[in-house]
């Protein structure tokens, strides 16, 4: 018996060396290729290999206003789209796990099949619309950073809110039952007693949340213009390339600089994403 | 008034009132109005119903899109779906303190931005400056023409979405792996069963829920994927690795027919749902059976 | 310089009394409304150059007192493309835009007619082709100007030394600084003398990089060699003419050529090109100057080997790839006027050569009389290597799709039908009739409306 286990624990690890190496060599390729000068990169020697190593493309980024307001524009858009996407989400799924109210299954079905309907077939109603508030508001949405703020929770809601309805769905109907026989009332429910307890399954729906938002493309394409306006991964793709002239290595140590956020957020909170997400959809 | 407002149902409807509110606002009004833009004429001044739907039956493109988008996602998913299965095995098989840092490497390329993350992949596979081509050079292969023969860009863009997406899938199969009770596999091997055996009895019935779940969600996500295709190959070489959101991409906004991009884009719709009205019945009605 | 002032200003009268009459608020200077302008430009990859426009432009906000707020747009990921669509559908969004090649025909309804701005333009700058004729005039009314920024020309862009060497060609003499062609080299400089030079660097290990993608440099590549031959795919009249004798004359001629470019040009992309040229790998591209500009930063040693000239002679004529942007007004702008002076100030001659000089030479104006500047000739090294890049006389400016109307040749443009076609007959392994049939039932679905 241990001697199976051995064996399967050592062909585990040859395997896992293999994947990580498929999984790992598109990243370590960036890193390559950011500490290359431009003159390196053009001259197609030796790809893998470093012959002239400089830090002047990430120097050039870190100190360029443009990108660092990208980098600005990203992170004002994730956070506060993360706390719209709590709020909406939690007492939304609360209400339809626990709450059962005329329509509730069907909104819960509902919610999901939102994500059938893709951002390319939106994007262009969405302008008309934004036109229209902004005619009659006089709030101007369009090419304004925070544009994305309205639109992103259409693209963290529903799945934030199906992942709190499994993890809500498997707190046990006692102790809601005996908070209501104590008295308490829904919204006392929620706070005191689901939020603390799904705790793990929030932090996952918020990180969850967190990188969607930080890796759109479409949206933020489609609907900002001005560079003081864009974020990261459109401001990458349209200001470090530029008709047909690719600067790749500040492309590469841009995406470097630009995934580092969601990396580190995930080296810190992976525990409580992974326990989030599998514990609502298994045990649901 | 206080006992309407205390009851119940109006605190639910409370509760999930944003909800509605963006979903109605931002995402059904929007998606009323492209199914209306799409039965318009092309200058987008006369009503022409189904004309471009019709239209779109005609067009040998179109068909060759329906189909790259099924085998695409289809075969994506199923890649994904295998190497996450594997890889969480693999995972659960080594001692848990070790399991951390394995996890985080094989995460990595699910937390990137696929927008960026395409652009190496991009450079990756350069007709210049291929670092894979240099590779295979050296070593006495001949270089592959990865984005510009049909079936070699159509392997390319498959590879970066499985690349992307297996790290979900195996997140999701490793917790899943961890919640199936040990006792059914020592159970199994006390009776005498082999590896292949316990794989197929007691893990993947136990797993057939999440299994479901997670392939469905990746199917509506990989059918309608625009950013990987769009940085990597622009549907080509002649329309090749076209899908749905890349073609009505080119037809409506480069080809300035937004009805015909419009209808399009919608054609995506019937496709998925059917494909989640089976899986999410299956889901229930082993639901009721368990 | 004082004649421009006075035929600005004898327009400007004539505007504000024509707004005035229509009751618009103008910005003329003397009354109190400045008004606001919000302007879309194109984002030039050469770094400085926009710079310049917007110097250009604040010059005339500070005199004029208008508020103005500048964008620049990139092409990337036809990024441009999504705000011009968005914005003619919204109606609402900049007061000027830069429009790629097509877009003014395509839009021509949602905008501001110019013929008054053209008509002072032509009368000071010289004649345009009959390409910008074609793209910015509807029902006989000009709907936008071109644009200096971004127009270009995808000519030859080749290596001196391995053309010399391996193909017996030398384009610094067919094409010599601060001189006209070589009458009887540039003679022979034909289709012909262009598959044998292509067949011989290939055996060489350096082939030519011609891109026979879906992106414009491919797409115009394509062009001119189709015009040059004749090979219209569909006509003026908007008849479908691809099942010709001549459109099977340059699918057979691709067939020849495609054995000896490199196999992945299917596939290339606008920068795929360039990327071949200033490795060193191949001979000769077609491209404006932005592959030498780049080569001059990484590859030194290539880039003064590059010399830039004209497109081969076909049956029909030497046809060049020429690009063009154009300056355009949304009808719902409003602030019209002010746009139409802005636009006279940045198309004076003493802005475009400015312009032309920051972009180092890259880009094209429309107006005969601007075709001398001193930066091609100054451009280098190699000293002169853009001479013969702006239009000489001989040359006749192309687009794929001309002279289709522009709706029709719109589509074929961009959904790349030259380019595929060669693909299907080529790489695809079609015969040319099937190919030419799958074009002919693609031709017929761009005739919708």
Known sequence: MKEDRRRAMIWSYVFLCIFVVFFLTPPAYMLITSLKTNAEISAAVAPWWIFAPTLDNYVELLTSPTYLTFFRNSALVSVLVVLITMAVSIPAAFALSRMKFWGSATLATGVFLTYLIPETLLFIPLFKIFVFVHETTGIQLINRWWVLVVLYPTLTVPFATWIMIGYFGSIPKELDEAALIDGAGYLQILIKIFIPVALPGIIAATIFAFTVSWAQFLYPLAFTTSTDQLVLPVGIITTLIKGDVFTWGQIMSGTLLGAAPPLVIYAFLMDYYIAGLTAGATKG | ?290 | MVTKKFTRRRFLKTAAAASAAVGLTSYVRTSHAAGKLELGFWDHWVPGANDVLTKLCNEWAAKEKVEIKIDYIPSQGQKNLLTIAAEAQAKAGHDMLALPTWWPADKAKDLEPVDDVMKVLLADNGAVSPLIEYLGRVDGRWIAIPATPGSQIKGPCGRIDLLKQHAGLDVTKMYPVGAVPDNALSENWTWDAFLTAAEKCHKAGVPFGIGLGQTADSVDSMGALFSSFGAELVDAKGNITVKSDAVKQVLEYMKKLVPVLPPDVFAWDDASNNKWLISGKGALIMNPPSAWAVAKRDNPKVAEQLWTFPAPRGPKGRFQPYLPYFWGIWKFSQNKAAAKSLMLHISERSAVEKMVAASQGYDIPAFAKLNDFKTWADEGPPKGTLYHYPPKPGQILSIAGFPAPPKIAAQIYTQAIMTKLVAKCTQGGESIDKAIGWAASELQGFMRV
């Not at chain 2, 004309?51 to 040998?60: D, G, I, M």
């Not at chain 2, 899943?176 to 006390?190: M, N, R, T």
């Not at chain 2, 991409?249 to 015909?260: A, C, R, T, Y």
């Open chain 2, 1 to 290: 008034m206080k006992k309407f407002l205390r009851r119940k149902s109006t605190i639910a409807f409370a509760m999930a009132l944003p909800l509605i509110l963006i979903i109605a606002l931002l995402v059904l009004y929007p998606a009323l109005y492209s199914i209306h833009m799409a039965t318009l004429n092309k200058s987008m001044e006369h009503f022409v119903g189904l004309e471009n739907f019709a239209f779109l039956f005609t067009r040998e493109t179109f068909w060759m899109v329906v189909r790259q988008s099924v085998v695409f996602a289809v075969s994506a998913v199923v890649f994904k779906a295998v190497i996450g299965f594997c890889v969480a095995h693999f995972v659960h098989n080594i001692p848990v303190k070790g399991q951390r840092k394995w996890r985080g490497m094989l995460l990595v390329p699910w937390v990137i931005p696929p927008a960026m993350s395409t652009l190496v992949w991009l450079w990756l596979f350069d007709p210049s400056y291929s670092a894979f081509n240099w590779t295979f050079e050296h070593i006495g292969m001949a270089p592959v023409n990865w984005l510009g023969s049909p079936n070699w860009a159509r392997f390319a863009v498959i590879l970066v979405n499985v690349w992307v997406g297996a790290p979900f899938f195996m997140i999701m199969y490793l917790a899943a792996l961890k919640s199936v009770p040990e006792q059914l596999y020592e159970a199994a091997a006390i009776d005498g069963a082999n590896w292949w055996q316990k794989l197929w009895y007691i893990t993947l019935p136990m797993m057939r829920n999440i299994i479901a779940i997670t392939v469905l969600f990746s199917l509506i996500v990989t059918f309608a994927n625009f950013d990987i295709v769009r940085v990597l190959t622009s549907g080509g070489p002649v329309d090749q690795t076209h899908v749905f959101a890349t073609w009505a991409f080119k037809v409506g906004i480069e080809g300035s027919d937004l009805p015909l991009g419009a209808a399009v884009s919608l054609f995506m719709f019937p496709i998925l749902a059917v494909a989640a009205i089976f899986i999410l019945r299956d889901i229930s009605r082993r639901g009721t059976e368990n």
